[in-house]
């Protein structure tokens, strides 16, 4: 018999199918089963009748327990009350292996309980739905790049020298004598794989070892990174805009099921549209003391600065130009004030706060040997960076997308800890 995925069901309509999955749930009455199965792609209902598959297999059916994993046969069948358009009706089924007592009912479960059996949390159609947005997310991000003229060139994971300021590195020990730090951002290599291919992206892990407990934090995430050369600031925010638009559109346009799963409201993504408002950290500070919130300028946005700046509006906005001295040591100065940065930082509506951080790039050499002794890096671990600065150097822009803040907005969740399959974070490293 032909095994058929769920999700193509609509293409076998009258036609004897196999499905190979798990049971989901079960209801009984005295002659039929009412099997609900799943198989990764969908969810559908089989219906077994006693007088299609015999008394003995209708009677050993009544013990099946939620994610037995099972085969069943038979004819699908065209239903407009089913979810997915289509029941089966049963002819013959196999179980494959048994499951007893399956930790994760439809019950409210705790988030502590759930997180400890997250392997097997990801199973519930909710959690599979936003597993399948996040896919959605990460190949619109790459066909986004690769049909600009980006060149994806990868960038390591250990790393000698700190990119996004030393008290956030999660040391390993290399080999005997040498300590290696897990990435907290592409973004140096990046600069010199721009260098080299003109637009680039790395799409990589990334570690910050932040003691912070909120619900934007993980210690491991994944970070798509463009670098383009002759870019400046505005070149830099209008890709970030773009992005952001695409990706958006592209789960709209092909992830409406998922979307209505999860219950989110699609006219705040369906809003999403180019320009984004840009708005000055000047700006933004008399912003947010108008609104009673206790920022001074000079300061960094916390969680709750950005939560009230991005409510203001229903699209992204782009803040740019911070004080140079909250940002990392390798952004350009405000050649007008030279107390700014040209960096910019994307934050997403409904209170979803920073999605993307970046800005053009410190290209003079000098300049950037201040910057690295005022930041008290070691001078000889970005020799290679400042190679770059010597040999033929030129203006330069990027950003990095953090993937699970863009989940965690598109599919409006509480909490980050949702949009990857096994999330780090301060207290979790199991499962
Ligand atoms: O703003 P960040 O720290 O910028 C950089 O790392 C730059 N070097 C990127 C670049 O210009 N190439 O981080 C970029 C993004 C943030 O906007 C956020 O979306 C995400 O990465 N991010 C985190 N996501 C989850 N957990 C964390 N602890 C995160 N830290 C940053
Ligand atoms: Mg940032």
Not at 18 to 27: A, Y
Not at 119 to 140: D, G, K, V, Y
Not at 161 to 179: R, S, V, W
Not at 234 to 246: G, I, Q
């Amino acid at each position: 018999m032909a095994h058929v995925y769920i999700e193509d069901i609509g293409k076998h309509e009258g036609e004897e199918v196999t499905i190979k999955g798990w049971l989901h749930n079960r209801r009984s009455s005295g002659k039929i089963h009412f099997l609900i199965l799943r198989d990764g792609s969908g969810f559908i209902q089989a219906v077994m009748s006693k007088a299609a598959v015999g008394e003995e297999a209708f009677k050993s059916a009544d013990h099946l327990s939620q994610e037995t994993s099972i085969i069943v046969t038979g004819t699908a069948r065209a239903d407009t009350r089913a979810p997915s358009g289509y029941e089966i009706d049963v002819k013959s089924f196999e179980v494959v292996g048994e499951s007893h007592d399956f930790p994760i009912t439809p019950k409210e479960h705790g988030v502590d309980y759930l997180l400890d059996r997250r392997h097997l949390w990801i199973r519930s159609e909710r959690q599979q739905a936003i597993l399948r947005i996040r896919h959605e997310i990460i190949n619109a991000v790459r066909d986004f790049f690769n049909g600009r003229g980006f060149i994806l060139a990868d960038t390591p994971i250990f790393t000698p020298a700190a990119c996004e300021g030393t008290t956030t590195l999660f040391p390993a020990q290399y080999f005997e004598d040498q300590t290696a730090y897990l990435t907290q951002s592409g973004q140096l290599y990046n600069e010199a794989n721009a260098m080299a291919l003109g637009r680039v992206y790395c799409f990589g892990p990334t570690f910050r070892a932040e003691k912070s407990k909120t619900r934007r934090h993980l210690t491991e995430f994944w970070m798509v990174e463009p670098e383009v050369a002759y870019a400046n600031l505005d070149d830099v925010m209008e890709l970030a805009e773009d992005l952001v638009v695409s990706v958006v559109g592209r789960v709209l346009d092909k992830r409406r099921r998922e979307l209505t799963i999860i219950e989110r409201d699609v006219t705040k993504l369906e809003a999403v549209k180019k320009p984004f408002p840009r708005m000055s950290y000047d700006d933004a500070v008399k912003k947010l003391q108008a609104k009673g919130l206790p920022i001074e300028w000079g300061g960094d946005f916390g969680g709750p600065d950005e939560t009230a700046l991005s409510e203001e509006f229903d699209r992204p906005v782009m803040v740019h130009r911070y004080p140079a001295a909250v940002k990392a040591f390798y952004m350009k100065p405000d050649p007008d004030r030279p107390e700014l940065a040209l960096g910019v930082d994307v934050l997403a509506p409904e209170g979803y706060g920073e999605i993307i951080g970046g800005g053009e790039r410190l290209a003079d050499l000098d300049l950037l040997l201040q910057r690295i002794k005022e930041h008290n890096l070691p001078q000889e671990a970005f020799e290679w960076y400042l190679d770059l600065r010597r040999y033929g150097t030129v203006p330069h822009g990027g950003f990095g997308m953090g993937i699970e803040r863009v989940v965690s907005w598109i599919c409006k969740l509480e909490h980050v800890r949702e949009t990857i399959p096994y999330p780090r974070m301060l207290y979790r490293l199991y499962p």
